[in-house]
């Protein structure tokens, strides 16, 4: 155990008071979210900007816009998120095509109903299993869930409980399960520990060179009281 373990509520003051309050940088609409998603790849919060940036300046997100657009226009736009854009285009067209289809051009309409009814239709997305649906129903105010960045789980796990499971459901599952215990089920609290434990994992305890000496948070870390120890790590 480390020196002094904190709750995850202090755990996140203590990220706060380093990193600033943290503010999505993405599109909160469900549909929206879609499309910017679809904007990068591989997907980071840097090629989906670049790339949604280059597409909403040349040829708009509406499902509309989308669908009249020819392939090789709406490529050439995502090419600036990075690799396969061809691939990347058709995806729009499919999501645009259903928004328009199905859900009379307002996907957020057809996410009020019952929550595993949204979970399903969210997953018939390209790209989009849970840790999206989750972030996606968190920041878009539908349902305060215990969503965790998808590049992230092992933060929350190394903290708590030391070397993280290689199986990266269990890992996610884990991280979930302590937010629901310890962080409370409204939204601005579960928004604010997605965004910190995801900002410390892509400043500091990054998945595969976590910089555990100079992390602010290290004594009050499982994994690193481990890695002290010279032990071997549970
Ligand atoms: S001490 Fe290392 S493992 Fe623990 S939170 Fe910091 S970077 Fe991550």
Redesign the pocket.
């Known amino acids: 155990m480390p020196k002094s373990a904190l709750t995850i509520p202090a755990l996140l003051d203590r990220l706060e008071e380093i990193y600033g309050r943290q503010e999505t940088g993405w599109p909160v609409d469900p549909y929206e979210f879609i499309v910017w998603w679809h904007c990068g790849y591989p997907a980071s919060d840097v090629a989906c900007a670049r790339g949604w940036e280059r597409l909403t300046s040349e040829v708009g997100i509406e499902p509309h816009r989308l669908l009249k657009a020819s392939l090789a226009k709406l490529a050439s736009a995502l090419k600036a998120g990075g690799m396969v854009p061809e691939l990347r285009a058709l995806r729009l067209q499919e999501i645009a095509l259903r928004v328009d289809n199905e859900f009379g051009g307002d996907l957020r309409t057809a996410l009020v109903g019952p929550l595993s009814d949204a979970r399903k239709t969210l997953k018939k997305f390209p790209g989009i299993a849970d840790p999206g649906v989750d972030r996606i129903l968190l920041f878009a105010g539908i349902a305060p869930l215990a969503a965790v960045a998808s590049n992230c789980p ?2 929350l796990v ?2 708590l409980r030391g070397k993280e499971d290689e199986n990266y459901g269990a890992n996610y599952r884990a991280a979930q399960q302590a937010i629901m215990a310890q962080v409370p089920q409204k939204f601005d609290a579960r928004s604010r520990a997605y965004l910190q434990l995801k900002r ?2 892509q400043e ?3 998945r595969s060179y ?9 004594s ?5 009281a481990g ?1 002290r120890r010279g032990a071997a790590l549970s």
């Open positions: 092992h933060v190394r903290i410390h994992g500091i305890c990054k976590p910089k555990c000496e100079k992390c602010p948070v290290n009050h870390c499982a994994f690193f890695q």
